[in-house]
């Protein structure tokens, strides 16, 4: 779930900048982050590496999705056999009244 949290916040934020990127001019200064530094781009480069950004992300959210359908899947095909096998043993000792069989005496004897 917080893979999935992660996607949504990353997201928002592309979004965000994508929006904010669009309405500067094509005079405008535009940097990104590298690092811990700024380094100056133009802005359709920056458009670029936010959309493909955006296509990841959502590439990533399809593959996990789909990961968490089969997990869920397989969950409930555990489930289903652990429950047959307890149906399966209770069935068992309630039809199994018969004694246990004697105890072998000692053969030394």
């Known amino acids: 779930m917080t893979q999935r949290q992660n996607l949504e916040i990353e997201k928002r934020e592309t979004e965000k900048a994508l929006d904010e990127l669009k309405k500067a001019s094509d005079m405008d200064a535009v940097f990104k982050h590298a690092g811990t530094i700024l380094v100056k781009s133009t802005k359709q ?8 950004r955006q296509e ?11 990961q968490e359908d089969r997990v869920k899947e397989i969950l409930k095909e555990q489930e289903a056999k652990v429950t047959e096998m307890m149906k ?22």
């Open 56 to 66: 990841m992300t959502k590439t990533r959210s399809t593959v996990l999705t789909k």
């Open 45 to 52: 480069e920056m458009i670029d590496e936010l959309e493909e």
């Open 88 to 109: 399966g043993r209770s069935a068992e000792t309630a039809t199994s009244t018969t004694p246990a069989p004697p105890a072998e005496e000692n053969p030394r004897k």
